[in-house]
């Protein structure tokens, strides 16, 4: 260990005046210049840390905590949101649109890591893009109904559109067909805005209990025996749920009726209004 040293001490040896014996200077400049290091680092190690400078925080993943309180205040339990509230927040909703820039998916984020963070994503900016032009009838009031491509969101040094989330981040790359039931549209008939972020750890239970939810809620869909009456999502987006001849199969496991092979398979109408309170 290198023995303690304070200033005072230093000082002290610089102070001496008097020396018995014939200097040598080359030797007492190399000793004064090892005083003067040892002093330096002794002062370094004496210093009082300034309790005004806040301390240094790193985080080695992105934190979805500040965007989980914006959802719980703000959009209720039916996935109504409160967007005349939320136009308050917007330096909030910013700056966790900018944590999340900072903090892109790493190599070695597990699925569930991953697909929670763009699901989040996705599901703010929306958010964002709707506060931004509040108040508004429809999304589809915002670039000609071309929101999906038009608007982009940084995440690392790359932008992506809305699009390019849903359909290249999640569904083709994680092949998982209950992104469409927690990304959210802002539209009626759009699956409802869940107001709690998604998680590692929670996001498999809430892709069960947001697809069990959709698929039972009448309003979105009806299911008889001989009668599916489907949301357009199972129409527009029937490749990913294995094809419009698998469709029965997929939502039999979710629902108490037992569908008939043969049943008939329609659409019901898409209601764009806005999901606000």
């Given at each position: 260990?290198?023995?303690?040293?304070?200033?005072?001490?230093?000082?002290?040896?610089?102070?001496?005046?008097?020396?018995?014996?014939?200097?040598?200077l080359?030797?007492?400049?190399?000793?004064?210049?090892?005083?003067?290091?040892?002093?330096?680092?002794?002062?370094?190690?004496?210093?009082?840390?300034?309790?005004?400078?806040?301390?240094?925080?790193?985080?080695?993943?992105?934190?979805?905590?500040?965007?989980?309180?914006?959802?719980?205040?703000?959009?209720?339990?039916?996935?109504?949101?409160?967007?005349?509230?939320?136009?308050?927040?917007?330096?909030?909703?910013?700056?966790?649109?900018?944590?999340?820039?900072?903090?892109?998916?790493?190599p070695?984020?597990?699925?569930?890591?991953?697909?929670?963070?763009?699901?989040?994503?996705?599901?703010?900016?929306?958010?964002?893009?709707?506060?931004?032009?509040?108040?508004?009838?429809?999304?589809?009031?915002?670039?000609?109904?071309?929101?999906?491509?038009?608007?982009?969101?940084?995440?690392?040094?790359?932008?992506?559109?809305?699009?390019?989330?849903?359909?290249?981040?999640?569904?083709?790359?994680?092949n998982?067909?209950?992104?469409?039931?927690?990304?959210?549209?802002?539209?009626?008939?759009?699956?409802?805005?869940?107001?709690?972020?998604?998680?590692t750890?929670?996001?498999?239970q809430?892709?069960?209990?947001?697809?069990?939810?959709?698929?039972?809620?009448?309003?979105?869909?009806?299911?008889?025996?001989?009668?599916?009456?489907?949301?357009?999502?199972?129409?527009?987006?029937?490749?990913?749920?294995?094809?419009?001849?698998n469709?029965?199969?997929?939502?039999?496991?979710?629902?108490?009726?037992?569908?008939?092979?043969?049943?008939?398979?329609?659409?019901?109408?898409?209601?764009?209004?806005?999901?606000?309170?």
């Open positions: 260990h290198r023995p303690h040293m304070d200033q005072s001490f230093c000082l002290s040896i610089f102070k001496t005046k008097k020396f018995k014996h014939p200097i040598n080359r030797t007492v400049f190399g000793s004064s210049l090892l005083l003067i290091s040892l002093c330096l680092v002794a002062c370094q190690e004496n210093e009082v840390p300034n309790p005004m400078q806040p301390p240094q925080i790193t985080y080695d993943t992105a934190d979805h905590r500040p965007w989980d309180q914006l959802l719980q205040q703000y959009v209720n339990a039916v996935g109504d949101v409160d967007y005349n509230g939320l136009k308050s927040e917007q330096t909030k909703l910013n700056n966790y649109l900018d944590h999340l820039q900072n903090f892109p998916p790493l070695e984020w597990s699925a569930n890591r991953e697909m929670a963070y763009w699901i989040n994503l996705y599901n703010a900016f929306t958010v964002k893009a709707i506060v931004d032009d509040y108040p508004i009838n429809s999304i589809l009031d915002l670039d000609s109904s071309r929101i999906w491509t038009t608007r982009m969101v940084a995440s690392g040094t790359q932008f992506y559109t809305l699009d390019q989330i849903e359909k290249d981040n999640l569904l083709a790359k994680f998982e067909p209950r992104v469409h039931f927690v990304v959210n549209c802002a539209a009626a008939s759009c699956p409802p805005l869940l107001n709690k972020a998604f998680t750890y929670n996001l498999q809430y892709y069960e209990q947001l697809t069990n939810a959709f698929i039972n809620d009448t309003t979105y869909n009806t299911i008889t025996t001989n009668n599916l009456d489907l949301s357009k999502i199972f129409d527009w987006y029937a490749d990913d749920f294995g094809g419009a001849a469709l029965r199969a997929y939502v039999q496991p979710y629902t108490m009726v037992a569908i008939d092979t043969g049943a008939v398979i329609g659409f019901k109408n898409y209601d764009w209004a806005l999901n606000a309170q």
